[in-house]
């Protein structure tokens, strides 16, 4: 039940923009978006619960389809410090507590 | 801002050998977690615990592990008997709701302890 991310890493220069996709085959109660810099915690970005739902602040911005299969992150505009690595993480509605299943990750690296 | 912390930041062990990783959840949470990622790949989850019991665990957690809340502050995992294929960074989490149907809240991590089986 492993959410599907890709692309698995994506290279570009500061200012461009990137999208990162988070896939289930199931529907899913939320997806979280978690960003993880080399050697350093994984830090949270946002959480998406609603079907058609679209979040975000700044440049940073995610949304989740009307299925609740699908969730896509939004980087307009790179900066130098959004390089680092994005991680999915989803919940299937089981009942019970929490158990965020997180994809393989997006390495982005961003450059001058 | 609070923050988790993890104690220690390095761990070096003999296979065989028991370790206990620390960390000191941010100090209003109720829901405590155990993750770990394996060099270069994904985060994975082992353990949830709230109000002394674990909630859920995966395939990871087997009998070499356990969780502990000793006091009022720290919370711990063992591994009994460590394997070389315990070699990842840990990473502890904690969040301040339930994490049932009703809310949703975000983890807080820490920094990890990186922990080395020889």
């Known amino acids: 039940q492993q959410p599907v991310q890709s692309p698995q890493a994506v290279i570009l220069r500061e200012g461009e923009d990137a999208v990162i996709n988070c896939s289930s085959s199931?529907?899913?109660?939320?997806v979280h978006w978690y960003r993880q810099k080399h050697g350093e915690a994984p830090v949270f970005l946002m959480i998406l619960l609603k079907g058609g739902e679209q979040k975000g602040h700044e440049k940073i911005s995610a949304s989740f389809n009307e299925k609740k299969q699908q969730s896509s992150l939004y980087l307009t505009a790179s900066q130098l410090s959004y390089s680092g690595t994005y991680f999915c993480g989803t919940e299937i509605a089981t009942g019970s507590a929490r158990q965020l299943t997180f994809g393989s990750g997006t390495q982005l690296t961003v450059l001058p | 801002e609070p923050e988790v912390t993890q104690t220690p930041s390095h761990q070096v062990t003999q296979m065989g050998q028991e370790v206990i990783l620390r960390c000191v959840p941010i100090?209003?949470?109720?829901?405590f977690y155990w993750y770990r990622q394996i060099l270069g790949q994904k985060v994975e989850f082992l353990v949830s615990f709230y109000n002394n019991e674990i909630s859920e665990k995966s395939e990871i957690f087997d009998d070499q592990f356990s969780v502990e809340r000793p006091d009022g502050s720290n919370f711990t995992l063992k591994i009994r008997s460590t394997k070389l294929e315990d070699s990842a960074m840990y990473f502890c989490?904690?969040?301040?709701?339930?994490?049932?149907?009703?809310?949703?809240?975000?983890?807080?991590f820490g920094s990890g302890t990186q922990l080395s089986v020889l």
């Open positions: 989490a904690s969040s301040e709701v339930g994490q049932t149907l009703v809310t949703n809240e975000k983890l807080f």
């Open positions: 100090s209003n949470h109720l829901y």
């Open positions: 199931k529907a899913l109660y939320s």
